[in-house]
Each structure stands twice: as C-alpha cells, then as structure tokens.
C-alpha cells in the first residue's frame, strides 16, 4: 500500500495572523510492511505527520497519499472511511482518546464503527487485550482509572482488534517498564513479520528504533534533514548530536569497545548477540 508526500506543507492557523508553518515541502515514500521510525526533537512535526496520514487534518499544500486515498486540498474525499478502516493510530496520551467506562466497550466501539459481526466481536476483543499482554480481567475496568502504561496497551488493543493494514504509533514506549516495554517491542516486530504489517513510529526512543526499525527519517523543524536505513543513520553519531537524539546505547559501547580496546566488533541489532561477540574476542 502506497502512504506517499509529495511536496507536502502544514501551516497552523494558515489564514490568520498568527500562521506558523509546521512541515515544510516533505516528499517521501514509505515502504510496505517494513517499519518506520521517525525521529526528532519536540516540536519537530512527528506528529503533525502521523495525523496526515490518519487523515485527522489536510495539507497546507502538496498531497498525501495512502492506498487509493489521497488527501490535498480544502475538503475531505469521499473515500475517507476507506482510510479510516486501513490506517490505525494510537495517540501519545491514550487517554485522549478514550471514551467509555470500561476497557470491553473502548474496544468493541471501533468494531461497531467498521460494522464487524457480533459473532467475531468478543474473540476479537480478547485477542486483541492478549496481543498486547493483557487478560480479560481487564474488560470491565475502567481504562481511565488504569496506570498510564496500561493505558497505552489498551489503546493499541483497540487498534489492533480491527486489523488495518498500517499502524501508526506516536512514543509508544512513554511510560512503559522495561518488561512492558520488552513485551512491546515483540509485539511490534510479531505485527510485521507475522501479519505483514506497516509499521510507523513517531518517538525519540533511538533504543527502541534500534531494535525495530527499517528506515529512518530525522525531522527537524518541520523538515527532514536526513533519511536511510538505520544502520546509515545510528551509525552518523554526529548527526545524531547535532540534533540532540540520543545515541543508542548499543551503538555507545560498540564505539566504547573500539576506542579503548581497539576492537572492533562490528554492527549488532540485539544486545546478546553483542555479548557474544565480546566474548569470543575475549576468549
């Protein structure tokens, strides 16, 4: 599926006097069932991209295009439902978009919405809480009333209960312990592999992207500076400071290893196959 900008601009309040431009002329394409990282400090335009693809709002200029939709212009197509079936977004603050008084009725609204069957809706329901390493104990809790790490569990569980073909998540790992965190970063490479799934990350988390991602676009004040895969990009330390994004760690002590005890072992994904290198150059 084809998620595309060309020559696309956002401008915040684009007919008033207090008009400020927030994406400038970004073209890219994106790649299907791969995932996606975007990074770059506050304010950069992360989310204002995430919300284009969504179809929350239109450009400014340019157009956006996903699947068969394409966004431009002052008026919304009339194909916009197909883009709301196709594309899930699970927002920075979960809680913004919760609703209901319990966890079963968050998650069954979507599948009203999209008219799936009775009979798929309590399957689907707790499948979907399990995905993301919650059981049915939780259906009746009220979400707002939940820790801010089992909120967001619970809003990827309504995205994933009716299955669009991409997912868009603004700083998943915000608020997560390491085991929820771990639990997640499974869960987003089983949404790919698994079930093909394009996967878009809007986050700082560079730890995270590390372990996950494809590709990779630096934004920085509403425009990119610097895209290719991940090894290209974590490898740029300069970049990276130039920025303010963090390294990932795993990259810090590869180049740690290398400058003070001259070895060099090379570009590793996970940190125990990082392990075992060290300890064959050790042994």
């Known amino acids: 599926m084809a998620i595309e900008f060309d020559n696309v601009s956002y401008i915040y309040n684009a007919q008033t006097a207090k008009a400020k431009p927030i994406l400038e002329n970004l073209s890219f394409k994106l790649k299907d069932n791969t995932i996606t990282g975007f990074i770059g400090p506050s304010g950069s335009g992360k989310t204002t991209i995430a919300q284009l693809i969504d179809g929350l709002m239109l450009p400014t200029e340019g157009r956006v295009t996903v699947g068969q939709v394409q966004?431009?212009?002052?008026?919304?197509?009339?194909?916009?439902?197909?883009?709301?079936?196709?594309?899930?977004?699970?927002?920075?603050?979960?809680?913004?978009?919760?609703?209901?008084?319990?966890?079963?009725k968050e998650i069954e609204f979507a599948l009203k919405n999209f008219s799936f069957k009775l009979s798929e809706k309590d399957k689907r329901i707790s499948d979907s809480l399990k995905m993301v390493g919650l059981n049915d104990t939780y259906l009746k809790r009220d979400p707002f009333e939940l820790s801010q790490g089992e909120q967001r569990k619970v809003a990827i569980a309504t995205v994933l209960a009716y299955n669009p073909k991409v997912i868009i998540l603004d700083e998943p790992t915000r608020d997560l312990d390491a085991p929820s965190r771990h639990h997640l970063i499974k869960l987003i490479k089983m949404m790919k592999l698994r079930y093909h799934k394009t996967i878009i990350i809007m986050t700082t988390d560079t730890d995270m992207l590390h372990a996950l991602a494809d590709d990779i676009y630096i934004i920085n004040n509403g425009k990119i500076v610097q895209s290719g895969d991940k090894y290209t990009i974590f490898k740029d330390t300069a970049t990276l400071n130039k920025y303010q994004l963090r390294i990932p760690k795993i990259i810090e002590f590869s180049n740690l290893v290398k400058d003070k005890k001259g070895l060099n072992i090379g570009y590793r994904d996970d940190v125990n196959d990082l392990i075992k290198d060290i300890y064959r150059h050790v042994k």
């Open 71 to 104: 966004l431009s212009g002052q008026h919304y197509p009339d194909n916009l439902n197909e883009l709301r079936l196709t594309v899930g977004f699970v927002f920075q603050n979960p809680e913004t978009q919760f609703f209901c008084k319990t966890v079963q």
